[in-house]
């Protein structure tokens, strides 16, 4: 067996600057002391098979894939999780040491974590969740919240039809709400997810009456730049406990770090300072 002497890893994506998953390994690399590196990819479209097909030669055991790759490197891998194949995407590819490239998805796992680690009274069973948006983030937390026993799932997008078919695909737990009225959906909400990119830095303002929010309700958005979203902010105000979005990044990066390093690590008040900086 071939075990390269100093192991890495890395990030897929393009473009890939911003991204702060190098940070957060390299970070936890540090931490523990662990032997190895981390490092951004800029990969296009037509270079994706080929540079994954190399990478365990040079030494990577494994890299995270990001925008626009998540669907693209399904085709690529040799063995594809459940839950990879459930969400119709991959963030995180293992290289096997018989050189076979194993992909998971980690995105529900990591908004999960989170979220229990932001309002750890939250209780999946205890009522519905409202989820603004149908995109890719979307389905991976709609697959983690049905799998978490959520009985009912609100889901509003401003294009209708593609929030119609993931109710087909996902089924009938998902009920479709209409963009417009999303508000009215909030009444008895035990959970409001925005994974639309509505709040980012860049991006117009969510905009949606918390008339009927009740602070019971528990609201999480997954934009993280700015760390507090008008949205957070606003339902702090009515005196919800709100938790942000840089959470869900850190933690889906846990399975990968573990599986390529041999550690699992922490997702802490350290890490997000380093994260942050
Ligand atoms: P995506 O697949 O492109 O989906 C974008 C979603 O936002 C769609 O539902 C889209 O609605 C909606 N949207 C965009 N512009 C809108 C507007 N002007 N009005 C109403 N709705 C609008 O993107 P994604 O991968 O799901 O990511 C969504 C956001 O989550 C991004 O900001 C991304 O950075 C963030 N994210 C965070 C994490 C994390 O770890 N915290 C992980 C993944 C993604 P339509 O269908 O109508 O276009």
Redesign the pocket.
């Known amino acids: 067996m071939n075990v390269p002497a100093i192991p890495l890893a890395g990030v897929i994506g393009f473009p890939i600057g911003q991204s702060a998953s190098p940070r957060m390994h390299k970070y936890w690399l540090a931490r523990y002391g662990l032997v190895g590196d981390y490092v951004p990819l800029e990969v296009s479209e037509s270079q994706l098979r080929n540079v994954i097909q190399t990478m365990p030669q040079m030494g990577f055991v494994g890299a995270n894939v990001t925008?626009p790759h998540k669907t693209a490197v399904m085709q690529i891998a040799d063995h594809l999780s459940d839950r990879a194949i459930l969400v119709g995407a991959a963030n995180t590819l293992i290289f096997r040491p018989d050189g076979k490239i194993h992909a998971d998805n980690t995105?529900g796992y990591?908004?999960m974590s989170n979220l229990r680690q932001g309002a750890p009274h939250w209780n999946a069973k205890s009522g519905p969740a409202v989820v603004?948006?149908?995109?890719?983030?979307?389905?991976?937390i709609i697959v983690a919240l049905a799998d978490a026993g959520v009985p009912q799932i609100l889901l509003a997008?401003?294009?209708r039809p593609?929030a119609e078919a993931l109710r087909s695909e996902f089924g009938t737990r998902i009920k479709v709400v209409d963009?417009v009225q999303a508000n009215t959906a909030l009444e008895d909400a035990n959970l409001l997810v925005n994974?639309?990119?509505?709040g980012?830095i860049g991006?117009?303002e969510l905009r949606l009456s918390l008339d009927y929010l009740s602070p019971s309700t528990v609201v999480t958005d997954?934009?993280?730049?700015p760390l507090r979203t008008p949205l957070l902010e606003h339902a702090a105000a009515r005196g919800c406990v709100t938790v942000d979005?840089?959470g869900?990044?850190l933690h889906?990066g846990v399975p990968g770090f573990e599986r390529w390093f041999g550690q699992r690590p922490e997702v802490d008040d350290a890490l997000r300072q380093a994260v942050l900086e």
Not at 132 to 140: E, I, Q, S, T
Not at 195 to 198: E, I, M, V
Request: proline share 3%.
């Open positions: 925008i995105d990591g908004f603004l948006g149908a995109g890719g983030a979307a389905r991976a997008n401003r294009t593609k963009w994974t639309t990119s509505l980012m991006q117009p997954i934009v993280y730049k979005g840089l869900m990044l889906q």
